[in-house]
């Protein structure tokens, strides 16, 4: 007679909102096990009982055979008191202790809820929020954990019967899925104007109606609300871009389907995977020629930015147009996008003629996540909505638990303890009242839901951020003040489960240095508790500091000066801005209001403005995006750079702006131009690169800061360093831009506690 064992489980990871304790009793009956099993603020727990034989298959499948959307970090079983338990069931949460619980990010409509919307007929069919525990909203639904319904926005809606039923069959796909719904019993879909007075007809075929009259509408998704017109209507694009006040920033558009996103966009295969996948990015891909979308959509640049639908209230609106559609961030200019129905009528309907809305709340707002493909990987622009909150697992614990406050621009927090480090969704850049309440809401959300109480709070070295202030006005902790660029490499590091010591190219707009000026082009010997400046670009004044930004012609001046001296070259740009140029050029010679800055992301935008590519840039980064645009991709010429060999080196940017204005000068094409800088400046990386291994020994170089979202420079650095032999570390779960940073701060914080410790 078999022996009855049995054994407590406990199943740590991304195991709630995704179907998990239904697989596990599914599971427990194919196997003939008895036991229960349940959620709680760690996870997942259950019991089981039986022969020994049966529960080592079990266990074997717990893990092979999880559902789709579960990551299952680590399953820990010890005995238990055999109980002569019958039969397997759910049982109900404890009251929340200690959390540690994940949250499964938002997920895109699975096939099966998808099929059973855009069916002629049935229970579901035409409803906008039908969902199961394999797809639909999660994180930006709930309040708190463990994920109960009674827990996330969907708490207002009790089940009708028919719901109630799916809900409690072990044998359905609503098995315990938490924001299961219907038309009977779910939210429900309106059209208003914009005075919010309802409108007549069905809402969805209205609205679709709508904007094949020309009309701007405004959406609400998972995460916030949108802003959408047809993507081929340059009137309706055009009033979209007035009314919103964003002159040239690209939109993202919305494919009916893979196979319409195949006609605006070059697709390689894991760009379709990435298109098609749970997560349902905006995709940057390059644009083809015949592309059916208005030139205003993307103006000035060579890409699209495309997604699929994601949630079947856009999967029905996609069917009724039958045709891509405009679907941007639903804001004013740099505001946050808007996730509260009384805020989008205060603030949209200046631009929308209309809002295509529900009542189902949303807890917290997530943009829409952006990337990019490399060398057959995802490589992230913006990490939020289908990515949050899903943690990075990091080599090495935390000490002590981390709250690391981010940059200002760009801006994410990290809540940290054990090995997981919880990267927040995009906050935006924290210039106005919405942005930093968003930003301090989701750091007090995140605290509650990982039950993150800090002790070590990271911050930047820059004594204005609000970032910064934030995290020096609180109480009980330990302030660690992380430089700007070492927080960029510390964060490519963890991104690849590495510690170092590497040597770091950091490259990017700006941050605040040891020294007090602005640094941006660096070369630094970096591990994860510390940094030497290795290398950097050759320092140049920022005439009228914060303008240069604005102003890239600015920076045209002063990298001028510098490769120049008094004998500056005629240019057409010196002309085009006579009424100012020679006081910009003396303030960058007196260094009156002209800070010095070693910044790549400043040499770009002053070759992007001497190539009369980009003079005024009307959103940040503009000038090198579109620099970046211009590069004739066949050509392999390159300005020479020189590398000094002083400690630490200097890379001489005067020479690729000499090399710029004689091509200029000798009327060689913009495209070719633009390539030989990027090729120029890639060569030097690689060379100072050569010069710190054969001082330092070390073989591993990290890739990190905005400057390397340019696949152009990217490409040619990785290319030249392999060929040298280096170990090449970039990007992958993090963005290399200051979305990034916070996850440096946070794993630098816990390096330096660890230090202490051993002291």
């Known amino acids: 007679m078999a022996t009855v ?36 603020a760690e996870g997942v727990f259950a019991e089981i009982e039986g022969d020994r034989a049966k529960l080592d298959g079990f266990l074997a499948d717990l893990e092979r055979r999880a559902p789709a959307l579960a990551v299952v970090e680590r399953v820990r079983a010890e005995p238990a008191e055999p109980t002569a338990e019958r039969g397997f069931r759910i049982v109900p949460s404890p009251p929340a202790a200690a959390r540690s619980a994940l949250i499964s990010p938002d997920t895109a409509t699975c096939e099966e809820c998808l099929a059973e919307t855009l069916a002629p ?107 959408a ?22 939109f993202a558009l919305m494919a009916p389907d893979l196979e319409w996103a195949r006609k605006l966009v070059r697709l390689e295969p894991v760009g379709e995977r990435v298109l098609a996948g749970t997560h349902r990015p905006i995709l940057l891909a390059p644009r083809l020629s015949g592309a059916q979308v208005a030139d205003t959509v993307a103006p000035g640049s060579r890409e699209l930015g495309v997604m699929l639908p994601y949630t079947p209230l856009h999967h029905l609106l996609a069917r009724h147009l039958g045709r891509p559609f405009v679907l941007t961030s639903g804001n004013v200019s740099d505001e946050p996008i ?89 906050i935006g850049d924290l210039k ?183 003079e005024v840039a009307r959103y940040e980064g503009q000038a090198a995006i579109e620099l970046e645009q211009r590069v004739a991709p066949d050509e392999h010429g390159a300005y020479p750079m020189t590398v000094t060999d002083d400690d630490p080196l200097i890379l001489r940017s005067g020479d690729l702006v000499r090399g710029v204005v004689d091509d200029l000068l000798a009327d060689v094409p913009v495209d070719r131009i633009a390539a030989r800088f990027h090729n120029g400046l890639s060569r030097a990386v690689v060379t100072a690169a050569r010069v710190l291994r054969e001082r330092t020994g070390l073989g591993t170089v990290a890739l990190s800061g905005g400057v390397f979202q340019n696949l152009t420079l990217l490409r040619r650095v990785v290319d030249g360093l392999e060929g040298e032999g280096f170990q090449v570390l970039v990007h992958s779960r993090v963005p290399c831009n200051d979305g990034g940073i916070s996850l440096g701060q946070a794993v630098v914080a816990a390096a330096r506690d660890r230090s202490a410790d051993s002291r």
């Open 229 to 250: 017109v047809l993507a081929d209507d340059e009137r309706a694009v055009r009033a979209l871009r007035d009314r919103k006040h964003r002159e040239d920033k690209p």
């Open 121 to 227: 007929a049935g229970r579901r069919s035409g409803y906008p929020f039908t969902n199961c525990t394999g797809c639909g909203p999660r994180f930006s639904i709930v309040a708190d954990v463990p994920y109960d319904r009674h827990n996330t926005t969907m708490a207002a809606f009790d089940m009708c019967e028919a719901c109630a039923r799916e809900y409690a069959d072990a044998d359905d796909r609503r098995f315990h899925a938490q924001p299961v719904c219907c038309p009977e019993c779910g939210p429900s879909l309106r059209l208003t104007g914009p005075d919010g007075v309802p409108a007549e007809g069905e809402p969805l075929r209205t609205a679709a109606e709508w904007l094949l009259d020309g009309r701007i509408l405004a959406v609400k998704g998972l995460g916030g609300y949108h802003l």
């Open 432 to 614: 106005n009242y919405e942005t930093l309440r968003s930003f301090t809401e989701g750091i007090a959300h995140f605290r509650r839901l990982f039950d993150v109480t800090p002790r070590l709070v990271a911050h930047d070295l820059h004594p204005e951020y609000l970032s910064t202030k934030y995290a020096l006005e609180l109480t009980d902790v330990d302030a660690v003040a992380v430089q700007h660029h070492h927080a960029h490499i510390a964060s490519c590091l963890a991104d690849n489960g590495a510690s170092g010591p590497v040597i770091g190219v950091a490259f990017d707009g700006l941050g605040f240095g040891t020294d007090a000026t602005l640094w941006g082009g660096e070369l630094l010997i970096a591990d994860l508790a510390d940094f030497r400046r290795a290398g950097h670009l050759e320092p140049v004044p920022m005439p009228g500091g914060e303008m240069a930004v604005r102003e890239p012609w600015r920076m045209a001046a002063a990298h001028l000066l510098a490769a120049y001296g008094d004998d500056l070259p005629e240019l057409d740009l010196a002309r085009r801005h006579r009424t100012r140029w020679h006081t910009v050029v003396a303030l960058a010679r007196k260094g009156v209001n002209a800070p010095l800055t070693s910044s790549a992301g400043r040499l770009f935008d002053a070759v992007s403005a001497i190539l009369g590519v980009r």
């Open 338 to 426: 808007v996730c509260r129905d009384d805020d989008a009528l205060k603030r949209l309907s200046r631009i929308a003629d209309g809002f295509l809305t529900h009542d189902r709340p949303i807890q917290v707002r997530t943009d829409d996540s952006v990337v990019r493909v490399f060398r057959g990987r995802e490589l992230l622009v913006r990490r939020s909505r289908g990515y949050v909150p899903a943690p990075v697992t990091t080599a090495q614990p935390f000490p002590r638990p981390v709250l690391a406050c981010g940059a200002e621009l760009k801006n994410t927090f990290c809540v940290a303890k054990g090995n997981r480090a919880f990267v927040s969704h995009h």
């Open 5 to 40: 064992t049995r054994l407590r489980l406990r199943i740590e990871g991304i195991v709630q909102g995704v179907g998990f304790r239904p697989f596990v009793s599914g599971l427990a009956k194919e196997y003939g096990v008895s036991g229960h099993v349940g959620n709680d």
